[in-house]
């Protein structure tokens, strides 16, 4: 579990310009799994093969969990499909 404190009373000594890295930062923490594999998916809709897209994200995740998501993706979304 994650607990959320309130920033701007927790980081009052922290400059604003810091404090806003920091939550841009957190958010892409927080949040990057879920944009990556939209992302992924999105690639893959328009025609983007696995591979292909294994090696543009650097293989953070390896080819056969792209390809994993993609064919569930697929099999759930057909008509995304061309």
């Not at 292909?52 to 064919?71: F, M």
Request: glycine share 4%.
């Amino acid at each position: 579990m994650t607990a959320v404190l309130e920033q701007r009373a927790t980081l009052a000594d922290v400059d604003e310009q810091t404090r806003q890295a920091l939550e841009v930062a957190a958010d892409n923490y927080e949040h990057g799994p879920e944009r990556l594999k939209a992302a992924i998916l999105k690639a893959a809709r328009k025609g983007d093969k696995p591979a292909a897209i294994a090696r543009a994200i650097g293989y953070v995740y390896t080819y056969d969990y792209v390809a994993k998501l993609v064919r569930e993706d697929r099999a759930d979304n057909p008509g995304e499909y061309a």
